[in-house]
């Protein structure tokens, strides 16, 4: 077969023909993989070739030099590099010619295959001249390579790291604004311009400082967004979406003299891709607001003066903005999928954070909408008044709020009969946004009896509906108790509610989600039931497990892949709520301890391709660990391959990081009696260090898991004292090195597991008589709690683990043996800071129990 029939092969309505084809192409791969890419180029190229072969060449090509898994992006980027630069020089040629040919299938293939190549080579300062070469053609006559070479530019900028283009960024944005300018006559280059505009915008932020380029930016953007064509319009009204999330403080003078009138018009326009940009445009307006109060708030707390400007572009504009919300909540569209975004939902969205952007000034203009509407005959206004009323309960005081929701809770419950499905819904979802965000204003003994008998009555009507009631129901067990309380207002309730989700979680149906939200349910109302629901708990557990060994049992006779998804998601459904009825009835929950470890571990046998249910199971045994403590040692001979293979697979990380933590249960659950595992953990973990195809965020719970080790054998860490030390000197050096605002998480992260880990050392030795063992090293410790201490951006978790530490240090060493080191101002500043947290907050405690042991210490 030629490469031209094989990938027409690709495309057949057979499956079978598929298969092959596919399997051929994956041979050709690799066995040749140069003269692989030479021959899908030459398809590619050929201009006598079908419209869809040399599309899907031109997928295969992109394919074979890009992919979102970062490592196999890495392994494909390494494997284009070893080509031999000839044979790379014809495939690069081959896809800048495709760029004029006149078939638009073809030029994007070949547009999206330069991007590719570019976004390997341009980091590595190789293909300079790719930007060149484009911007060159940009300037020709020929429509069809101009519209291709716009469009490649903008698949460029979309792909690659803004700082990498950067020296290029005025050339390529005066190409482009020449291609979107109004005088521009073709509308299909106006469109590939400022398409390629929208992907740019990141970068340009150089030009957007100097006043007349952004002038000239705005002003093409605003007057594309008048476009005789939609298309142009669209990418517009995007453009200034995301010149208002990268630029908001520059854009006071543009909203205005053209923002705020464009914007509103455009909320009305008669094309709903249109409107929805528009109504976007005031939601990305309203975020960047809540950002800024957000910001401004926790600088205030910290005594600080923040920087950015609020300019309240929402609070001007709601006069305008906010009736044409309200009006927009009426257009639903009674056909639609719940699923299809339209300008009804986009609208109830916008007006959920304009609420939270101006607080409570939003209140006296919608209740009257909700007032005049609420029993509207027309379900359309009916819908809205709900939903607007569901949509301000975040943002305004509360205290503004609570009236107005007491009095509108009995019209909410009865709403749940409605006759129409689109107004129970948005009753549904209100209810839960109440018990969500105000519980208070619920009257226990007026409301709380007809609202748990409407949200269980809704469980049992249609499944959005259900999915809804589900939240409610959650919010409600959440925010009413807690399971360490003996009894709570839905006691009462407890054991009827339970019964209706297991009962409507009997059939295989999962529309609109209703069985996950159901089970979703269940998981919530077994961790939040207090004491005296401990026996509908337990039942619970045991009609859960009956329903997982069903599941086991007929996992041999289900063949297909989508039957096999649906079960696994059951599965974890199941899992879920059994991991926390065994949190909940902690030792009692022995009774059923067998049938769960022999559940697990056929699962465990079953689900090797389905990582997201291991997963599961491993968070279930976690929780049985924690809840049996020593008696859990008769499963961990059965129990530790699985966990063994977990930790030494790189590839599904999150698995591998859940496995982590078992360590940590296993050893805080055994005490010393997990010794007899540490020489294989120690191995498997120090391994897991050195690997460089495990994902860097699993690394610091592996440093915490050091701790935890060390706190469960004591002294008999010793054994591993010299090799972990090596290893945390080694991250203290990799952290003090790591920079840049991408970096900040990780590297808190990393520190929050450098000191855990030592706090478990330092106690784990102090407690057997061996902390002298440790004093070699607090030089580098302290010195490198100082570098620390003097960095910018410590959370919350640094300075607690942080503190935490020095105190357990002058505990271990509190004759003195440290004395110069507790004696550094920057501690006596670090722990001052952690005094001044709020009162009963967990740094507060352990900062007041520091300053203790520092000044014993010391003395």
Known sequence: MSFSEILGGTLSPDARIREQATRALESAESENFPQYLLSLTQELANEAGQAPVRSAAGIALKNALTAKDELLMEQHAQRWLQVDESARSQIKQGALMTLGSGNRQATTAAAQTIAAIAAVELPQGQWLDVITTLLQNISTTNTSLKIASLQTIGFICETIDPNILSTQSNTILTAVIQGANSE???????????????????????????????????????????????????????????IMHFYYDKMSFYMEKALYGLTVIGMKHEEEKIALQAIEFWSTVCDEEIDIQIEESNAQELGETYEFTNFHFAKIAMPQVLPTLLYLLTKQDEDADEDEW????????????????????????????????????????????????????????????????????????????DQVLQVKDSAAWTLGRVCSLLTSCINLDVHLHNLVSALVAGLEDNPRIVANCCWAIMNLSENLGGSVAQTYPLSKYFEGIVTTLLRITESNVNANNSRASAYE?????????????????????????????????????IVGIDDRLALGELQSNLLNVLTNVTRTLGKDVSEISDRIMTAAIAILNTSSKMAAVAEDVFLLVGALITALETDFTRYLESFAPFLYSALQNHEEYQLCSIAVGLIGDIC??????????????????????????????VKPGILSCFGDIALAIGGRFETYLDVTFTVLISACNLSAQTVGEENIDYNNDL?????????????????????????????????????????????????????????????????????????AEWIHNLIKEGRASPRGTPLREVSRWAREMVKRASA
């Open 184 to 242: 521009e006559p073709s509308q299909e280059v106006r469109f590939a311009a400022i398409t390629a505009l929208l992907n740019s915008l990141e970068f340009v932020n150089e030009n957007f400082n100097n006043e007349g380029e952004r002038n000239v930016i705005m002003q093409t953007v605003c007057e594309a967004t008048q476009s005789p064509s939609s298309e142009v319009q669209i990418v517009a009204f995007e453009c200034l979406v995301r």
């Open 342 to 417: 339209n300008v009804s939902m986009a609208a109830a969205t916008c007006l959920s954070l304009l609420a939270q952007a101006v607080g409570g000034d939003i209140v006296a203009p919608v209740i009257p909408f909700v007032e005049q509407n609420i029993r509207n005959p027309d379900w359309h206004y009916r819908e809205a008044a709900v939903m607007s009323f569901g949509s301000i309960l975040e943002g305004p005081d509360p205290n503004v709020l609570i009236p107005l929701v007491s009095q509108a809770l009995p019209v909410l419950i009865e709403m749940i009969k």
């Open 521 to 557: 349910a269940m998981a919530v109302l077994a961790s939040t039931g207090p004491k005296d629901t401990y026996p509908v708990i337990a039942k619970l557990g045991l009609a859960i497990m009956d329903r997982l060994d069903t599941t086991i049992a007929n996992a041999s006779q």
């Open 668 to 697: 805080r659950s055994l005490g010393q009696d997990a010794a007899q595992y540490c020489d294989q953990f120690m191995s498997i973990l120090l391994h897991n260090l050195e690997s460089d195809v495990l994902q860097r965020d």
């Open 751 to 823: 520190r929050v597991g450098i000191f855990e880990a030592l706090v478990g050392i330092v106690q784990g030795l102090k407690s057997d008589g061996k902390a002298q063992l440790v004093l070699p090293q607090t030089q580098n410790i302290f010195n490198f709690m100082g570098v620390v201490y003097d960095g910018n951006m410590r959370s919350y978790e640094v300075n607690k683990a942080m503190i935490g530490l020095i105190g357990d240090l002058a505990d271990a060493f509190a004759s003195g043996e440290i004395r110069d080191f507790l004696r």
